[in-house]
């Protein structure tokens, strides 16, 4: 039995954030803490996709800043660079060289079928490049480098999935298996945390609109101010109805998130009480829960030295998991051995 247990490999899970913008209490909500939570029953691969965030234009001195950023943001949430490998997706080179073999085995058609695509390319019509076009492909290669088990991932990146099981099944087929063909991981507890503003769309970190957003980085002031100046719902109630009351729910789900209390805890503490006095809650319990991340996140951006050796390490550890998978594929192909 023992002998058993030892024997069965832990899952991998690989998944990512891009650096596109800064970390917001979407990203904890519904991504950075449940990765922690996952850290320990499986082989986690969590980076930073700054090779994705080129298909818009970038400020290049943003980039930077911001994709280091990430990184230190994800182990201010918790998660720890001991367990799970951290890294940059630039910082492994695999990840271009995958994606480009896995170009010549996509259609035109699977890709301009995505629905992302479409979006994004009516939003940034002057400048429709082929990098956006490929985007899924890349991150098939993220996935598949590491012959991840499990992805977890929002709705909006399912498509995406869809087509990273449709290749690795492909290329199994046309050569040998070669792939793990991997899983979208929809964590027990997620969170869909929307909008302040426009609580009917989604909390996005490249929102023009700033109030609509709660960085990880926001000072306890900022994030009173917005949370204040929220949309509530026209009414008096403080109970969860999506439907009827995006913006209270909007808000009860980031009480939930901040001190892990249940709807239904919130709404009878809340009961009887004003909207007012529940916006003012809801910022404390807000503030709770970002001041210590963004207290260790400061102090890791004032450690560069600290940083730069934890990414080295993670881009290391990332770079032989995913060298392994890329020589097979190379082989298979018909590239010939890189002379040694
Ligand atoms: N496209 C993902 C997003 O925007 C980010 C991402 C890039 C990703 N590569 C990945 C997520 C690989 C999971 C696995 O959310």
Redesign the pocket.
């Known amino acids: 039995m023992v002998q058993e247990q030892k024997n069965e490999r832990k899952k991998t899970i690989?998944?990512?954030?891009?650096s596109?913008g800064d970390i917001t209490v979407g990203h904890y909500a519904g991504?950075i803490r449940n990765w922690a939570a996952l850290q320990h029953q499986y082989e986690c691969f969590f980076?930073t996709?700054d090779l994705?965030a080129l298909t818009v234009r970038q400020e290049p001195v943003a980039l930077r800043k911001r994709t280091l950023d990430v990184i230190a943001m994800y182990i201010a949430c918790g998660i720890d660079p001991e367990s799970s490998v951290l890294f940059v997706?630039s910082h492994v080179s695999a990840h271009a060289e995958l994606a480009w073999i896995l170009n010549c085995f996509t259609g035109v058609g699977e890709c301009s079928r995505m629905t992302?695509f479409k979006e994004k390319s009516q939003q940034h019509n002057e400048n429709v490049n082929v990098g956006l076009f490929a985007?899924?492909i890349?991150?098939?290669a993220?996935?598949l480098l590491y012959q991840?088990d499990l992805?977890?991932?929002?709705d909006?990146?399912k498509q995406?999935?869809e087509l990273?099981r449709n290749l690795a099944e492909r290329f199994n087929f046309h050569y040998s298996p070669t792939f793990t063909v991997p899983e979208p991981f929809i964590p027990p507890v997620g969170a869909r945390i929307m909008s302040l503003q426009e609580p009917t769309k989604k909390m996005s970190k490249s929102d023009e609109n700033q109030k609509n957003v709660i960085f990880l980085s926001d000072s306890d002031d900022v994030i009173a101010g917005k949370i204040r100046r929220a949309v509530t719902d026209s009414g008096t109630e403080i109970s969860y109805s999506v439907e009827k009351r995006p913006g209270i729910s909007n808000l009860i789900t980031l009480y939930g998130v901040a001190t892990g209390m249940s709807f239904a805890a919130i709404e009878e503490a809340f009961s009887g009480k004003t909207y007012s006095e529940f916006k003012s809650g809801t910022a404390d319990a807000v503030i709770n829960l970002i001041a210590p991340i963004r207290g260790r996140f400061t102090q890791l951006r004032s450690e560069p030295g600290e940083l730069e050796s934890l990414m080295k390490t993670g881009a290391e550890a990332a770079a032989a998991r995913a060298r392994r998978t890329l020589s097979k594929v190379y082989k298979k192909v018909g590239l010939t051995e890189r002379p040694r």
């Open positions: 690989l998944s990512g954030i891009q596109s991504a980076m996709a994705h997706q992302q985007y899924p890349l991150m098939a993220d996935i991840a992805v977890p991932v929002g909006d990146q995406h999935i990273t």
